[in-house]
């Protein structure tokens, strides 16, 4: 957590949580990321409870406003920011203080949307009371469905539920027989990208809930694709509403794009880095389609996802100062955070492409 222009001096939960119960009016906007939405989730909700007005937004232009306190979540431009990954943890600290209640499973789901572990928070786990058994972290109880849309994997049938059928058909549908089916599948279909082994994983041995979604990472995952893809549906989600049924179709859309993007699109290899340029009706999918990339199909450390005027970067390390620099350089606007980061383009984006290749290769 920090505060706008004060590096180095960042305030605690309690200091933060001060500044919004004094508020008479307060915008959340989050970074398009389900660690993100579910800070924002938790933080609109201790708002109310404390009937604090308050108006929250995904996206990556945040804009201007007229609220008495802007609470940037990811972004870097607000009177107070929370920029520390996981997101989710220090805004279920600033809840508490707050004085509600907090989710600890929808703080938990950022954790894992963040690429983080659960078990890194025995405090949040202990409060959820989550347990694991063996199988898929899938949103839903249909397998087959929870198979074709996962994005925490991919492998040769993922986005097709047809493909996907096929492969099941015969195959026990008891969680450890479908675990082995996934992992081995994914790795089988990643020759050449060494992550991919340690990357399923997180798709593996769920933590059971008993919210709107069966599993840990399947919450997660619905978040992330709906932040990126559906953020009205992602908002209204992390307030708790009864949207379900609407996530997770924004979910199954949001996962057929992005696995359909990766196995259709041709991959250009640097020296550390891969471009690939996915023709996709849905850019959202774009920031899950470098994700994926480099995590089961590309031999080098950063992806680099371009649609038009977009970009996606993902990176195994930080790539936040080397892709913001990047797009400064060459008249972009970088988002996000750690490994991930997202940039709007105001022009060609070759000069950006070129700039990054130099940077990588350094």
């Known amino acids: 957590m920090s ?45 109310a409870a404390c009937d604090v007005a308050y108006q929250a937004s995904v996206t990556h232009d945040p804009g201007a406003t007229d609220a008495d306190l802007t609470v940037a979540v990811g ?17 279920h600290a600033v809840a508490r203080e707050l004085g509600a209640p907090p989710d600890a ?5 950022g954790v894992v949307a963040a690429g983080a572990v659960p078990g890194a928070h025995a405090d949040l786990l202990s409060a959820s009371g989550l347990e694991r058994r063996p199988g898929l972290a899938v949103p839903t109880d249909d397998v087959a469905e929870g198979l074709a849309h996962t994005t925490l994997a991919h492998a040769s049938f993922s986005g097709d539920p047809e493909a996907t059928a096929r492969a099941l058909a015969g195959v026990d ?31 593996l041995r769920p933590y059971v809930t008993d919210g709107p979604f069966e599993t840990l990472g399947g919450f997660a995952d619905v978040l992330d694709a709906v932040a990126r893809s559906s953020p009205g549906v992602g908002v209204a989600l992390a307030l708790g509403h009864d949207c379900r049924d609407a996530a997770l179709s924004a979910w199954r859309d ?46 080098e450390p950063v992806v680099l996802a371009l649609c038009e005027r977009r970009a996606a970067v993902a990176g195994v390390e930080d790539v936040t100062t080397l892709v913001s620099e990047t797009a400064a350089a060459t008249g972009g606007r970088a988002t996000g955070r750690g490994s991930r980061v997202h940039v709007d383009l105001d022009d060609d984006p070759e000069p950006f492409v070129e700039t990054l290749k130099r940077g990588v290769s350094r």
């Open 173 to 203: 549908r008891e969680g450890r027989t479908l675990a082995s089916l996934l992992a081995l599948s994914t790795v089988e279909d990643a020759t050449g990208a060494p992550r991919a082994a340690g990357a399923v994983e997180r798709a």
């Open 105 to 109: 499973t929808l703080a938990l789901a």
């Open 254 to 299: 949001h996962a057929q794009a992005a696995h359909e993007a990766v196995r259709a699109t041709d991959r250009e290899r640097y020296d550390g880095l891969v471009v690939v340029r996915p023709r996709l009706d849905d850019v959202g999918a774009l920031d899950t389609v470098a994700r994926l990339v480099r995590d089961f199909r590309s031999p």
């Open 3 to 47: 505060a706008a222009g004060h590096a180095g001096s960042a305030p605690d939960a309690s200091a933060i949580a001060a500044r919004l119960r004094d508020a008479d009016f307060v915008r959340l906007f989050a970074t398009p990321d389900g660690d993100a939405l579910a800070a924002t989730g938790l933080l609109a909700r201790a708002l």
């Open 75 to 91: 972004h870097r431009t607000g009177d107070l920011e929370l920029v520390d990954a996981p997101l989710a943890v220090a805004a």
